[in-house]
């Protein structure tokens, strides 16, 4: 099996709006969003008149070759791309969900998970409306279609009004697109634009999860869509509401931490100085004697670069990932330990032997993949490793988006740090404190972060939704 002992990714949504071949631009984006999510994703567009999709299982580039995109020709695009845990059957869940509705076709693409879906779908099937898919997004799309407001813009204010949790939203019409993120601005979503050139007339605006998005396809960053607020982008002008102001900000932290790219803009911060701060910080809070800085590569090596700026040991790339590891694989008949870690790691023996290390990674989720890796670094050679965890100890599940395990398989919810010390067989192990994490990723700088998974406090009222909707529908 590939390593699997991770938080995994959530989605990724992008926008375009009057380019001429906005098919193309939506489908870069995805490309750069791809780390978001792996398992699905689609695109639809508009020519003006009508709108045309295409939704499939697999990543971005598989999916989209020119006979699929051909089609899809058109000036304004939305597309997602998904995480799900479900095989074929989940091609039902992927999104855009496009549809037909009494105030003309819509299509949305949702990053993010509503904690009250599944109590307003059981409310709206009492009362007839018949759903396609088994995800919360669909929700929306029948609130959307059921308001009594007469305007699109209007009903999809007053839809989002009776939705709970997190949601950043791209949605169109055929000749608008509309941005919009939930009250507590859980999932990032950023505006950007592209200037008017001799090839089209007038600028063209964008949306994506993350601003690597923009650089991909020569798009400038604006601004965050706030939280509460709906931007509604048409052929006239590019209009702005808050439909609600109601809630405190609680944008996910964990997206600094680990799931955005450290290239992307998010939340209005750029992601690599809040993850070198990570492990600036971690290096003053818990610093040791040691010989090297090594990252468990990818995910450790920004806050293992501000480790090793802080206490002046030196960083190394001592483990080699294998980025060719496909989803499935063929395992040799004679049981080969440690096989899935191996086949995406390997450690340079030259670096380690003899080395006190300190290992810097950013989460440990159930800890079988962290003593994998201790266990072949001290293979290698290593005298001592110390792990040095980038973020506090993760003791609760995420409602808001990311695919978390339960509480009952997350080791720091049911071990201490020394029980977790002894699992990994790590000579120390130390976490980042809160106020540390806090302090990094700039606490009020103006954002206000989500720590629920750190600390159990969550922002809104939990409806179990691991109860009522299978992994496979969560994002
Ligand atoms: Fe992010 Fe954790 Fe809050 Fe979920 S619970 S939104 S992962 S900080």
Redesign the pocket.
């Known amino acids: 099996m590939p390593i699997s002992d991770k938080?995994h990714d959530e989605c990724g949504v992008v926008a375009i709006f009057a380019h001429p071949e906005a098919e193309k631009l939506a489908y870069l984006g995805l490309h750069a969003l791809q780390h978001r999510g792996q398992e699905s994703a689609g695109i639809v567009s508009s020519d003006g008149l009508s709108l045309h999709q295409h939704k499939a299982m697999g990543l971005v580039a598989d999916i989209f070759t020119e006979d699929v995109l051909t089609p899809l020709r058109g000036s304004i695009a939305i597309g997602h791309t998904r995480y799900s845990t479900a095989g074929d059957s989940a091609l039902l869940n992927a999104q855009p969900i496009l549809v037909q509705s009494n105030k003309g076709a819509i299509a949305l693409a949702h990053n993010g998970n509503l904690v009250n879906a599944q109590s307003i779908r059981q409310r709206l099937e009492s009362q007839g409306s018949i759903f396609q898919t088994n995800s919360d997004t669909e929700v929306i799309v029948h609130l959307i279609a059921l308001s009594r407001e007469h305007t699109l813009p209007d009903a999809i204010a007053d839809a989002l009004r009776r939705v709970e949790g997190?949601f950043s939203l791209v949605m169109m019409s055929a000749d608008r697109v509309f941005a919009a993120r939930d009250p507590r601005g859980?999932?990032p979503l950023a505006m950007g634009r592209i200037p008017a050139t001799e090839g089209h007339s007038r600028d063209t605006i964008v949306f994506a999860s993350e601003t690597c998005a923009f650089d991909l396809i020569g798009a400038h960053y604006e601004r965050e869509v706030r939280p509460g607020e709906l931007i509604v982008v048409g052929p006239d002008e590019v209009t702005s509401r808050f439909y609600s102001t109601s809630a405190a900000q609680?944008s996910?932290?964990?997206?600094h931490v680990y799931f955005s790219r450290p290239d992307s803009v998010i939340f209005g911060r750029a992601v690599q100085t809040s993850r070198e701060n990570l492990g600036r910080q971690l290096a003053k809070e818990s610093p040791v004697e040691a010989d090297l800085v090594v990252p468990v590569p990818d995910s450790g090596v920004t806050a293992a670069v501000g480790y090793a700026a802080e206490s002046g040991i030196p960083f190394r790339f001592a483990l080699i990932r294998n980025h060719y590891v496909g989803r499935t694989f063929i395992e040799p008949r004679q049981s080969v330990r440690d096989f899935g870690v191996k086949l995406k790691l390997n450690p340079v023996r030259s670096l380690l032997e003899g080395k006190r290390v300190v290992l810097i990674d950013d989460s440990i989720v159930r800890g079988t993949t962290s003593r994998k890796i201790v266990r072949m670094i001290r293979n290698a050679g290593a005298r001592e490793v110390h792990m040095r965890i980038s973020c506090p100890p993760?003791i609760?599940?995420?409602?808001?988006?990311?695919d978390?395990p339960s509480r009952s398989q997350l080791i720091a919810a049911n071990k201490s740090i020394d029980e977790i010390r002894d699992y990994i067989g790590a000579d120390s192990l130390a976490y980042l404190s809160l106020e540390g994490l806090k302090r990094a990723c700039g606490e009020g700088e103006p954002t206000h972060?989500?720590?629920?998974?750190?600390t159990g406090n969550?922002?809104t009222e939990i409806i179990d939704v691991e109860e009522i909707l299978p992994a496979a529908v969560r994002r």
């Not at 996910?252 to 997206?255: D, K, L, P, S």
């Not at 609760?396 to 990311?402: D, L, Q, R």
């Open positions: 938080f997190a859980f999932r609680s996910c932290i964990f997206e993760t609760s599940s995420c409602y808001y988006g990311v978390t972060y989500c720590t629920a998974c750190y969550y922002p």
